[in-house]
């Protein structure tokens, strides 16, 4: 299928996702996750309708963003070191990958050069899993609190990357964990914490996370094909 037929299949899948659960399908946003993928691809898709994008290189985003010109909305959604984060200042809508206080106060330091604040996620790894950021169950509340200090930083909710398993079923218990510790941190009443965002599910597991309350999922290889991994 094209890619225009693979959106318009995803946005099918989550409508229905979104009837099973009782929700409204304007609550979820498709994140195209074009990572590693040309300029070219990125056109195919805002031509098919699709506005939102994921990026998760910032040397592969930097090489491509001035050559997309419709307009569309970029968000960083990957692992971040805080030596980059200068170069996606004021090229991002959000960052969904915030998991610990140095990389906010670096994003705090960039986005003030804007006189702005930025929307960001707070990255939780559920699974505990050595290979992904994210910060502990344990640590959020505190993390959120101190983060929530920083005036240019607007945390809009969370976001996680569960591990990978075949069933789908199997990832629910993740995805239901990450929706309580939102409406945890939301009953805490911080300034500039609105639990608005939740950002989970993946190409072969979003319809679970929307049924779970997803608000972003992050749709990659079934909108673009296989990906080739790049470094940056």
């Known amino acids: 299928m094209s ?49 939102l994008f994921g990026e ?29 984060v ?19 106060r670096e994003i705090d330091k960039q986005w003030a050069k804007l006189e702005r604040p930025v929307e960001i996620l707070i990255q939780v790894n559920l699974g505990r899993e050595e290979s992904k950021a994210g910060a502990d169950e344990e640590e959020l509340e ?3 609190r101190k983060i929530a200090a920083l005036p240019r930083l607007r945390i809009r909710g969370l976001m996680t990357l569960p591990p990978y398993l075949d069933d789908p079923e199997e990832v629910r218990p993740y995805f239901r964990r990450l929706r309580r510790l939102s409406d945890h941190v939301a009953a805490l009443n911080l300034p500039a914490v609105e639990m608005a ?24 290889t079934a909108i673009f094909g296989e990906r080739e991994r790049k470094a940056g």
């Open 142 to 144: 505190g993390l959120v």
């Open 86 to 104: 200068k170069y996606l200042r004021g090229k991002v809508a959000m960052i969904h990958s915030v998991d610990r206080l140095s990389l906010a």
């Open 197 to 220: 965002e939740l950002s989970m599910g993946m190409s072969h597991d979003f319809e679970v996370a929307v049924e779970e309350g997803a608000t972003l999922v992050r749709v990659g």
């Open 3 to 51: 890619i225009q037929e693979n959106i318009q299949h995803i946005r099918g899948r989550i409508a229905a996702a979104c009837a099973r659960s009782g929700r409204d399908a304007d609550s979820v946003r498709l994140v195209a996750v074009s990572k590693t993928k040309p300029a070219a691809m990125i056109e195919e898709a805002a031509a098919a309708g699709q506005t």
């Open 56 to 84: 998760s290189y910032v040397q592969d985003f930097l090489g491509k963003a001035d050559d997309v010109r419709s307009g569309v909305e970029w968000h960083f959604i990957g692992a971040l070191q805080s030596n980059k």
